[in-house]
């Protein structure tokens, strides 16, 4: 009888992970860019809290990238992540998945509860490691993380094609501010190293300072991020300036995966004072009619949250989830298990909201 993997906490270098991490990770083009050693490599050494320790969870043909933080142990993610996984070694078996998953376990036995999140329920290898995490006595806690909005599209879905499925009022003012941005803006897509991205980054840190959003918590991330997306094929950069004086209005980044067929978008922004002229919307259709018609793309995933705008531009979403593996031995760990006990109750026996019906 074979032994019984084992699991150990190891720890990683802000500088990247460690070479024997390469069996579990991604190819960022033809893969899963969050599972990637392009995405962990550069979350490492431009978007780490200074009081946070990277490690690894390892068992078997299974690697867990983990933080460990003042708030304990939790998924190695960040403002910037939109999806986090066990890595998983090609070709393991629901078998080895459970052994992890147990071993894993067993590590995490009397200790407080650790937490992750941005998980897609249906990531291959998810629910059995869980499984097996949860023979080994720990519960893993499930809640409702965040809204994922996306599209998938036929294979060779044109622009007009695209467009024509917007709702009328998202279609309408496409049409009419894109009649006078083709006046008074000129729109770039900008994807290889130097001289032409380094001016868009600078566009794009331009038009961020300009936005109505908060200051970046590792302000040398996204350029860090796009100039290595770059490098492999995977950045499509947009940026709208204004005619005439070049000045920057909006910018976004796109990175390609699943073989080019996915496209998502990590970062947009547009100068507040310009808003009349709707650059936003205007970039965003731009990029999307490049992806599309240069791209081939088959995808569109508009990233983590439910903001109001994404259900215009895509049409589907999907649950991102997150877990709280608890330890009933454990004081915190019991505390969480039944907060999330009496939070079922509530639910369970909550009279029903004044006037709703069915």
Not at 209 to 223: G, M, N, Q, T, V
């Amino acid at each position: 009888m074979s032994r019984e993997a084992e699991a150990r906490l190891l720890p990683v270098a802000r500088t990247g992970l460690p070479a024997a991490c390469d069996g579990v990770l991604q190819d960022p083009a033809a893969g899963e860019f969050f599972a990637s050693r392009l995405w962990y490599d550069t979350l490492l050494a431009h978007a780490l809290p200074a009081d946070e320790t990277p490690l690894l969870a390892e068992a078997g043909p299974v690697l867990l990238p983990l933080l460990r933080g003042p708030g304990g142990l939790s998924a190695l993610t960040s403002p910037y992540a939109l999806d986090w996984r066990p890595l998983v070694a090609p070709g393991a078996g629901e078998a080895a998945l459970r052994a992890a998953g147990r071993a894993f376990g067993r590590l995490l036995r009397f200790a407080p509860p650790v937490r992750l999140d941005l998980l897609d329920p249906a990531a291959p290898g998810l629910a059995a490691v869980l499984a097996g995490m949860q023979a080994a006595r720990l519960r893993p806690l499930r809640y409702a993380h965040t809204g994922n909005w996306h599209e998938a599209l036929p294979a060779g879905t044109g622009w007009q094609d695209y467009l024509a499925a917007r709702p009328s009022a998202l279609r309408s003012t496409i049409q009419r501010k894109l009649a006078r941005a083709k006046r008074e803006a000129a729109f770039e897509i900008l994807a290889a190293p130097g001289a032409g991205l380094e001016a868009g980054i600078a566009a794009y840190e331009a038009v961020r300072a300009r936005s109505w959003k908060p200051d970046e918590p590792f302000p040398d991330f996204d350029a860090a991020l796009m100039r290595a997306t770059a490098a492999q094929g995977l950045l499509r950069l947009g940026v709208l300036r204004r005619a005439g004086d070049g000045v920057p209005l909006a910018a976004q980044y796109w990175i390609l995966d699943r073989g080019g067929r996915r496209a998502t978008v990590l970062k947009l922004s547009h100068v507040e004072g310009e808003r009349a002229a709707s650059p936003g919307t205007v970039l965003t259709a731009l990029a999307i009619r490049h992806l599309l018609e240069a791209d081939r793309v088959e995808e569109l995933d508009f990233g983590r949250g439910d903001d109001d705008y994404k259900r215009l531009w895509v049409a589907e979403r999907r649950q991102r989830i997150g877990v709280v593996l608890a330890d009933p031995l454990h004081p915190a760990g019991l505390a969480a298990i039944l907060r999330q006990m009496a939070g079922g109750l509530r639910r369970r026996f909550s009279p029903p909201a004044s006037g709703s019906g069915r």
